[in-house]
């Protein structure tokens, strides 16, 4: 182990879905080019849920970055989260390059989340982690304004 490598030069916020109040549906972060990391985790995020709501997200593959060919990752989707138990929640799915259908070109990943019944407060960040070149933070997607430390 490195102690001299921070975290940040490890792992890139390669996509968001901002915090908001996200009525009973579905959204799908932006694609991303998995095949510059050997890891990528998503990091889902609920607050307070609408009564009887429930949350579900699952990591998708693709063949570019338009989502063509779009496909679930087979078992990397989180238990269904619900009102009872679910608020202030956090849940990780992470993959590896084993898990892609890389040999059909599905070199492309995103996030999909679901909120069902009633509108709830949710967020999600998608990361990549082992880069396989440096520097990381050229991976960063737009939103990341400042980097300390």
Known sequence: MN???KLQ????????LDPVSQAASTVVSSWVLAKD???IVALIQTGVLGASATVDAKMRQATDASGTGAKDIAGH???QIVKASGDNKQALIEINDNDLDSANNFN????SLTVGTAASIVSAVLLGGNPRFAPVSGYNQAGVVQIIG
């Open 3 to 5: 102690l001299d490598v």
């Open 9 to 16: 030069e490890q792992l890139a916020v390669l996509a968001t």
């Open 37 to 39: 990391f050997h890891n």
């Open 77 to 79: 989707a989180i238990t």
């Open 108 to 111: 492309y990943v995103a996030l």
